[in-house]
């Protein structure tokens, strides 16, 4: 539809959390490496707990984190955890490839084959992980179930890292006097915000330029409206920004200004200032009316009246159907060797990469950009100008700008890098790498 009157080769604002599109603002970049700080610390146990606002990033970046695990690392993702304890205890066992025969109901035969797994699995070097989505949704006996499991440990360590993706509620709910034993073992804590002013104009122009564009559609009015509308949540710049390049394809409009966004943002957001603002009227008349009500029952003559009692109306309830989740295969890895988790955590905290530096993080580019962009040799790597030279190449392949800066937006499109598409870069300031 839309994509050709743009000149795109892929939709740029769909709300599936694909990694090529991601944006990472300085809040996310220090999510990201909290995450990945997290699972690499082996014998720290404990909980990682990231939260953040309904379309904030939170699952983008754990698939972001999935990507990057270490490859000594085994991950049980749990994307539905509003299950029961056994029920939770038997997903987590499926998505570790643990044989349930005869133990499926047994919340202590389920916990003794993930601890002989557990145990197998740190005697051969490996580190296990459980990641859980939406964690909000947990029950506060499945919540004390996923507490127990970290008492699965050797004398020295504990056998398995928990990370927790939440809204705000999961807060509210550790704040309990009664889940102050599980709120004591959580080593990691961070809150994801929404996206400012200045860091919408960037994720648009980012995720625009991805997807093929060389022409940024939307006026400096037109970005403005769409933060405002939004508040700078993703997923929100994403539907209105798309329902905007739909209505100035259906008009042939090239550059969309306010008033597109603004009837965007009517079509697709609710709308709860125009149901309550007859409520602005309704209010004063009817305290008006009570008022008078009330003066008028203290001047008449009042009879005795025998109270009679309360009842409740009987509200039918239906039975709550409990889906299982579905098993969700491990995560594939690329062949070409990966960075260390926490080196390349601290890479996207100090990016961008300085000309002349050498070290862990230029060698693993090196081996990313080779042998389609950049020629290796056995010489030890520098972020000289060849290299630079290569990574122009491949940003411009990516569909990021041109510009030779390895930022957080370039480390990420290398970590996912595989056949990038040929497109025109789009022309944008340094920021939004």
Same mark, same amino acid.
């Not at 839309?2 to 991601?22: A, C, K, N, Q, W």
């Not at 909980?47 to 990057?68: A, D, H, I, S």
């Given at each position: 539809?839309?994509?050709?009157?743009?000149?795109?080769?892929?939709?740029?604002?769909?709300?599936?959390?694909?990694?090529?599109?991601?944006?990472?603002?300085?809040?996310?970049?220090?999510?990201?490496?909290?995450?990945?700080?997290?699972?690499?610390?082996?014998?720290?146990?404990?909980?990682?707990?990231?939260?953040?606002?309904?379309?904030?990033?939170?699952?983008?970046?754990?698939?972001?984190?999935?990507?990057?695990?270490?490859?000594?690392?085994?991950?049980?993702?749990?994307?539905?955890?509003?299950?029961?304890?056994?029920?939770?205890?038997?997903s987590i066992c499926e998505e570790l490839h643990i044989d349930l025969e005869g133990r499926r109901g047994s919340t202590k035969?389920?916990?003794?084959?993930?601890?002989?797994?557990?145990?197998?699995?740190?005697?051969?070097?490996?580190?296990?992980?459980?990641?859980?989505?939406?964690?909000?949704?947990?029950?506060?006996?499945?919540?004390?179930q996923v507490r127990l499991l970290t008492n699965l440990e050797t004398p020295t360590q504990k056998l398995l890292q928990i990370?927790?993706?939440?809204?705000?509620?999961?807060?509210?709910?550790?704040?309990?006097?009664?889940?102050?034993?599980?709120?004591?073992?959580?080593?990691?804590?961070?809150?994801?915000?929404?996206?400012?002013?200045?860091?919408?104009?960037?994720?648009?122009?980012?995720?625009?330029?991805?997807?093929?564009?060389?022409?940024?559609?939307?006026?400096?009015?037109?970005?403005?409206?769409?933060?405002?509308?939004?508040?700078?949540?993703?997923?929100?710049?994403?539907?209105?920004?798309?329902?905007?390049?739909?209505?100035?394809?259906?008009?042939?409009?090239?550059?969309?200004?306010?008033?597109?966004?603004?009837? $965007?943002?009517?079509? *697709?957001? #609710? +709308?709860?200032?125009?149901?309550?603002?007859?409520?602005?009227?309704? %209010?004063?008349? @009817? /305290?008006?009316?009570?008022?008078?009500?009330?003066?008028?029952?203290?001047?008449?003559?009042?009879?005795?009246?025998?109270?009679?009692?309360?009842?409740?109306?009987?509200?039918?309830?239906?039975?709550?159907?409990?889906?299982?989740?579905?098993?969700?295969?491990?995560?594939?890895?690329?062949?070409?060797?990966?960075?260390?988790?926490?080196?390349?955590?601290?890479?996207?905290?100090?990016?961008?990469?300085?000309?002349?530096?050498?070290?862990?993080?230029?060698?693993?580019?090196?081996?990313?950009?080779?042998?389609?962009?950049?020629?290796?040799?056995?010489?030890?790597?520098?972020?000289?100008?060849?290299?630079?030279?290569?990574?122009?190449?491949?940003?411009?392949?990516?569909?990021?700008? $041109?510009?030779?800066? *390895?930022? #957080? +937006?370039?480390?990420?499109?290398?970590?996912?890098?595989?056949?990038? %598409?040929?497109? @025109? /870069?789009?022309?944008?300031?340094?920021?939004?790498?």
């Open positions: 539809m839309y994509l050709e009157h743009y000149g795109l080769i892929e939709p740029p604002f769909s709300i599936t959390p694909d990694p090529r599109f991601v944006f990472l603002s300085e809040r996310h970049r220090d999510a990201l490496a909290h995450l990945l700080f997290g699972i690499t610390q082996g014998g720290g146990g404990g909980f990682v707990q990231l939260t953040g606002e309904v379309g904030t990033g939170k699952t983008t970046l754990c698939r972001l984190l999935l990507e990057q695990v270490p490859e000594n690392t085994r991950v049980a993702l749990v994307l539905n955890p509003r299950v029961t304890p056994v029920e939770l205890l038997e035969a389920l916990v003794d084959a993930l601890n002989v797994y557990l145990l197998d699995a740190y005697a051969q070097g490996l580190r296990v992980v459980l990641v859980i989505d939406e964690a909000q949704n947990l029950s506060v006996e499945a919540l004390e990370v927790l993706l939440a809204q705000p509620e999961l807060r509210a709910m550790l704040a309990r006097e009664d889940m102050r034993q599980l709120a004591q073992r959580i080593t990691a804590r961070f809150h994801l915000t929404p996206l400012d002013a200045s860091e919408t104009g960037e994720y648009l122009r980012h995720r625009y330029r991805v997807a093929g564009g060389t022409r940024f559609p939307f006026d400096a009015s037109a970005v403005k409206r769409i933060h405002v509308h939004s508040g700078g949540v993703p997923r929100l710049i994403n539907v209105i920004a798309e329902r905007s390049l739909l209505a100035g394809f259906a008009h042939d409009v090239p550059m969309l200004d306010a008033r597109w966004v603004d009837r $965007a943002a009517a079509e *697709v957001l #609710p +709308a709860p200032a125009r149901r309550t603002r007859r409520w602005l009227f309704a %209010v004063p008349v @009817a /305290a008006l009316l009570l008022a008078s009500m009330g003066m008028a029952a203290w001047w008449w003559p009042r009879a005795p009246v025998q109270a009679k009692p309360a009842t409740m109306p009987v509200v039918p309830t239906k039975p709550v159907v409990v889906t299982k989740p579905a098993v969700v295969s491990p995560v594939a890895k690329p062949d070409v060797a990966q960075l260390d988790a926490e080196a390349f955590a601290a890479a996207l905290r100090d990016a961008p990469l300085k000309p002349g530096a050498s070290g862990a993080v230029v060698e693993w580019i090196s081996r990313r950009l080779h042998p389609a962009y950049l020629a290796t040799s056995g010489a030890p790597a520098v972020f000289d100008a060849a290299m630079q030279d290569a990574v122009r190449r491949f940003q411009r392949d990516a569909g990021l700008a $041109a510009d030779g800066v *390895v930022g #957080p +937006a370039t480390l990420m499109a290398l970590a996912a890098h595989e056949a990038p %598409v040929r497109t @025109a /870069a789009l022309e944008s300031d340094t920021g939004a790498q």
